[in-house]
């Protein structure tokens, strides 16, 4: 099992530029999650997808859409990059309800100019 | 005030000592506790999950959990260079979502 992957891991954005970060989990796990982590303010979350066909905001939503593309993948869309998007991306996965660990992905490292 | 508070170090344990990492949250009603362990430059690795109150050990890892005092810590035993990282606590909200602190940076020296 791969676990969770995330492409790409490296990319540079200008400002206005759109793209589309994917995760993908071959785990079976119900629910997945973005994160973000920028230095001094530890992980926060984006968005989650508590199982297929739904998504919910998390703490820091804005800027940013999300689709549960099936159980397996779940893309996050940055519409029109902001350098104060400049961040370390992380997708998480969770097997169920009444599980609550989450396991991570690599990563993918934005940076906006 | 944060809901889970960490600080964030850095703690220096010289090698074969007990490293003590310690964590707040604010949500009495939290059941699910975690550490998370994040090297430099990589995603962040499970490796503690408590549930009681009480001690949970794990090989050189023991967290300790105590509901009333809303505190979570994690010891490490026999502190090796490796164990040089950045820990994470994590504390679930609600049935589907974790909240985390901002890590502690842990360096070991030989």
């Known amino acids: 099992n791969a676990g969770v992957t995330q492409t790409p891991k490296f990319q540079v954005l200008k400002t206005g530029q759109s793209m589309t970060l994917q995760c993908a989990q071959d785990m079976n796990h119900n629910s997945m999650y973005w994160y973000r982590q920028d230095p001094g303010m530890g992980l926060r979350l984006i968005y989650y997808s508590a199982s297929e066909g739904t998504t919910d905001k998390g703490e820091v939503p804005n800027g940013y859409n999300v689709s549960r593309l099936n159980k397996r993948e779940f893309s996050l869309r940055l519409e029109s990059a902001a350098p104060s998007q400049t961040s370390v991306y992380f997708c998480a996965s969770r097997p169920r309800l009444g599980y609550n660990e989450q396991f991570f992905g690599p990563g993918t490292r934005l940076t906006v100019l | 005030q944060k809901e889970v508070e960490q600080n964030s170090g850095p703690l220096s344990v010289p090698e074969g000592a007990i490293a003590s990492l310690n964590c707040t949250y604010s949500d009495r009603v939290s059941q699910s506790f975690f550490w998370y362990r994040q090297y430099s430059g990589k995603s962040p690795e499970l490796i503690m999950s408590?549930?009681?109150?009480g001690d949970k050990e794990d090989g050189r890892f023991t967290a300790q959990l105590n509901k009333a005092s809303q505190y979570v810590s994690l010891l490490i035993r026999d502190s090796q260079p490796s164990d040089s990282a950045t820990y994470l606590c994590?504390?679930?909200?609600?049935?589907?979502?974790?909240?985390f602190g901002q890590g502690t940076r842990l360096t070991i020296n030989p």
């Open positions: 994590a504390v679930n909200q609600g049935a589907q979502k974790l909240v």
């Open positions: 408590i549930y009681s109150n």
